[in-house]
């Protein structure tokens, strides 16, 4: 089946870069999304991409793409204590298809 | 935007009862419901999927008769927890989406329902 991994925890001083990465397994992944959860509350979507782009910038988010490895990274720039949070990747294998398979979530938290 | 919200938002019961868990899209109407169990520092595991007026889709492993659901509306889907135990006890979370087949398909997640089975 599928999987797909990320490391538990990340953490970073406020105004620096934080770059969340994840693997996958499955080669006909077509949507990849980042989603975020604070505490107690459910996942908001950050950003997607389609598995044809390489690259996709979103004000301060940047979601990097490397197919051939099948690797997914989330860059925030100039990370906020506000940014503090889980961070979920997630792949779903059809274009149009419900279902989502996440990662195992990486704990952001950013120091004062 | 879109707004998924749950009911209760955290539960404590006993075992051998049951719970009921609501999911109500706010502002849309969804064809589709999905229910999600996560444990902690564990991803979210898909439950089951659910369709407004057909019989819910599980996923393997999780027990249909344990898990009942019901999708009566397009903004209203319920997860009742039967005969709970100390296992069943996990953040549940909802989602619901607008289109099914289409597009980025984004779901939009409730705020989870904690479930506490003394």
């Known amino acids: 089946g599928e999987d797909v991994e990320q490391s538990l925890f990340l953490s970073v001083r406020e105004g620096d870069s934080s770059v969340i990465n994840c693997t996958y397994t499955?080669?006909?992944?077509?949507?990849l999304y980042w989603y975020k959860q604070e505490p107690g509350a459910g996942l908001q979507l950050l950003t997607y991409i389609f598995s044809n782009m390489d690259m996709k910038q979103d004000q301060r988010l940047t979601v990097l793409l490397n197919k051939k490895d099948k690797h997914l990274s989330l860059r925030i720039a100039d990370t906020q204590t506000g940014d503090s949070a889980i961070y979920f990747c997630a792949e779903s294998i059809e274009a149009g298809a419900n279902n989502l398979f996440f990662g195992t979530g990486t704990r952001l938290t950013v120091i004062p | 935007g879109a707004v998924v919200s749950q009911h209760p938002s955290r539960v404590i019961c006993k075992s051998g009862t049951s719970v009921k868990i609501e999911c109500r899209s706010l502002?849309?109407?969804?064809?589709?419901m999905f229910w999600y169990r996560q444990f902690p520092k564990q991803s979210l595991m898909l439950m089951a999927t659910?369709?407004?007026?057909?019989?819910?889709?599980?996923e393997q492993g999780v027990e249909k008769d344990k898990f009942l659901i019901n999708h009566a509306s397009l903004t209203l889907s319920t997860l009742t927890v039967t005969s709970a135990h100390p296992e069943d006890s996990s953040f549940y979370i909802c989602s619901a989406t607008l289109r099914v087949g289409t597009g980025t398909n984004e779901q939009f997640f409730g705020p989870g329902t904690r479930l506490t089975v003394l």
């Open positions: 502002d849309f109407q969804a064809t589709t």
């Open positions: 499955d080669s006909s992944s077509t949507y």
């Open positions: 659910s369709n407004e007026g057909s019989k819910a889709t599980y």
